[in-house]
Structure formats: C-alpha cells, structure tokens
C-alpha cells in the first residue's frame, strides 16, 4: 500500500531514523511525506540529518520531500506551502500512483489534500489533532471578533476536509461529537506515535523534584492555572519547583509569575533533552483548555511518571482517573492544586499512579500498536470496510 504524508507543521522529523514513525511503518506500508521544515536553506537542512538529505531523505520505505518554510514571510509562505503541496503530489502521483493520501490537521493542509484527492483519484485520510470546537481558545479568555473568525474558518475546513475524506483518525472517542452532521464519517479511533520503546523509566535522579509543563502557547495550555495553583502550595512543599518546556512570551507580562525564582522556563530542546526532563519530574501536568491528546502524557507515562491532566478533548482518554494520574475541571485552578496535593504528598500514591502508567503505555499505546492501528486505517480507507468505525 502506498501513501502520501502531507504534514502542516513545520517541526523537523527525528534525525535518528530509527526513532522515526515512517521507519517503522515501513513494515506495513511504503510512501510518500511531504514536509515543510522551518529552515530556510539546503545547507541548513543537511547540516542537520546529513550530506546528501537534500532534496530528499529516504527512511525505511519512506522518502521525505522538504519544503524551506522560512525562505519566505507572512502570506507568501502558505501561498508557497500550497504550491509545493499541489505541484509535488502531482509529481509523485505520476511517478506511481498514490493509493491513499493521509493529512496531518483539518484546516488548510486538509483542504489542500481534498483538492489533491480530486485530481489524484486517491483515497483520503484526515487526522483530526485537536478539539475542533474548542480552536479559538488560543490566546485570552473571552474571545475577540478574530477568534471568532479563526474558529469559522477551522469550522469550514473542517466539513470540506472531513466530508472529502474516507476516513478520519480520530485521537479519542467522542472527539467529533460537537459535530453530528460529520458523524457519519467512518473513523478510527487511536492514540499519536510516542516512542514509547525508547523512552527510560524514571530513574529519580533528579536532586530537587519539579512538578512539569511541556507545551504552549499559553493559555491554551493552561500555563496560567497551574502557576496560580504552584503558587498556591509551594510553601507546603519547600523542595518543589516547577519546570515549563516551550515558548512562554506570556510570562514576562504576567507580574504574579515573573521573576518567581521556583518557576523556571525552559525554552525548545531537542527531543532526547525534553524526554529526559520528563523521566526526572516528579508528576506531568496537562492543564489544556483545547487538546486533542497530548502525546507527552504517553510520553510520561513511559517513563513512569504520574500525570494530571485537565478533562477536556482525548486527555480522559489518556488518564484514568485515579489510576495513572487525575483528571480535574478545565480551567479550574483550585481543583488543579487539590491534586497536586494529593501526588506531592503521598509518594506511594505517586508511584502507584507511575507504575499503572507505565503499564498502560506498553500494553496500549506502544509503538507496535500504533503501526498496525495506522496500517489498518489506511486499508480501510483503501478497500471501503468498517474496521475502527466505533465512536
């Protein structure tokens, strides 16, 4: 079965080749990725997966076709991504015919493939990687007339791509059931790829434990609840700080969090780094007010770690209350901190929650698993039959 992989962001793939999912997907199926990259030259990109990487870089069954996002600005670059969407699955298509296209994101590079789609003859898969009616919770509490409008524009693309596609992946059950008229829309339902063979157990060798926040943007991620709720018990827990990972431009206009000297802001690392101060921490915390999974709670729990997530998009679907971490209302400081209480200060409890995690991460959402649920998706997409359609 051959596919063609049109991503929307433009974070670079892993440069072990062995850590990449299309190398592992290379059991089952052969293909096409066509990745933008927020580089803006040839030289940069081989800089960073080898001499040679440039136009092209094979994994496995897979030959990866970059697009230089930050060549140009504004418009012009999505005026650019589209043309390099068009013009290089029409080139690939007559090379050998594309059995199923698989898009990453409802909005324009799910439109774009819906397009490519009519032209191609393909079958179309769109992967659905958020709460679609929760978008315009981006940025402030009350949204604006532009929230407004960027939520019409995802809610367009969202029933063009959808009604287009073949399939839909959706990351939890219940995820479209803001939408009744795309219920129809035969899906399946599974987790992202996490790595989860090769992320290391907790070791605790962190001297000073930390309570970690890996994402952003701001409040869409509920950094601000959990620096209210930090702020809040850490004179009861004197040997915690707490850890952000991402780009928090945020908190320098946030007088109650600026300069905290227990509060450290960690911006971009590479992977390995990130997954590192994953294994280290003492509990994860998701406290998203929109998410359609949230891949880090695989990855903490890989590593064993407790994780507290808020209850919103998959992430009900990724803790079991009470059993590998806790869930808590969206938006809800207070609730956020009772839980926080309860793993910081009763470390059985902590290790229990990690352990029970840990298990989950290898029994159901392991690399193995993710591969054939894909694999599966695609061929159901491609013969027509109802495999995953359970909601």
């Not at 049109?6 to 299309?22: G, K, L, S, Y």
């Not at 063009?160 to 829309?185: E, K, T």
């Amino acid at each position: 079965m051959r596919i063609l992989y049109i991503h929307a962001t433009f974070t670079p793939p892993p440069v072990d080749i062995q850590a990449d999912r299309f190398f592992l997907l290379s059991r089952r199926l052969e293909g096409e990725i066509l990745q933008p990259l927020w580089f803006d030259s040839p030289a940069k990109v081989e800089s960073r997966f080898g001499p040679g990487s440039y136009p092209t870089r094979l994994c496995g069954k897979f030959r990866y076709h970059w697009f230089l996002g930050w060549k140009y600005t504004g418009l012009r670059r999505k005026v650019e991504l589209l043309r390099f969407y068009f013009s290089k699955a029409l080139e690939l298509h007559r090379e050998r015919p594309i059995d199923c296209i698989v898009v990453y994101s409802h909005q324009l590079s799910g439109v774009a493939a819906s397009l490519v789609k009519l032209l191609t003859g393909s079958k179309l898969v769109v992967e659905i990687a958020t709460s679609p009616e929760l978008v315009h919770l981006t940025d402030r509490p009350s949204p604006v007339f532009f929230d407004r409008v960027k939520h019409l524009y995802s809610d367009i693309c969202l029933h063009i791509s959808s009604r287009s596609s073949d399939r839909l992946h959706l990351l939890s059950p219940g995820q479209m059931a803001a939408y009744p008229s795309l219920m129809s829309v035969p899906a399946s339902v599974f987790h992202e790829f996490v790595p989860v063979s090769a992320i290391q157990p907790n070791s605790a060798s962190e001297q000073r434990p930390y309570i970690l926040l890996v994402g952003a943007p701001w409040y869409l991620k509920g950094a601000d609840l959990l620096v209210e709720a930090f702020q809040r018990l850490e004179a009861d827990f004197p040997g915690v700080d707490l850890k952000m990972l991402g780009h928090y431009p945020e908190l320098a206009r946030n007088p109650a969090a600026a300069g905290y000297d227990r509060i450290q802001v960690i911006k971009a690392v590479p992977y390995p780094e990130a997954l590192a101060l994953i294994s280290a921490a003492a509990v994860l915390v998701l406290p998203s007010r929109c998410e359609g999974m949230g891949r880090v709670l695989i990855e903490a729990m890989a590593a064993g770690i407790p994780v507290i997530g808020s209850d919103v998009g998959g992430i009900p679907h990724m803790i079991r209350d009470g059993q590998n971490g806790f869930l808590f209302p969206r938006g809800n400081a207070r609730e956020l901190e009772d839980r926080l209480r309860r793993v910081l200060s009763d470390p059985e409890l902590a290790a229990k929650l990690g352990a029970e995690g840990l298990r989950l991460a290898h029994s159901e959402f392991d690399d193995d698993a993710w591969v054939d649920s894909f694999a599966d998706m695609v061929e159901a997409a491609v013969h027509g039959d109802s495999l995953g359609t359970a909601r």
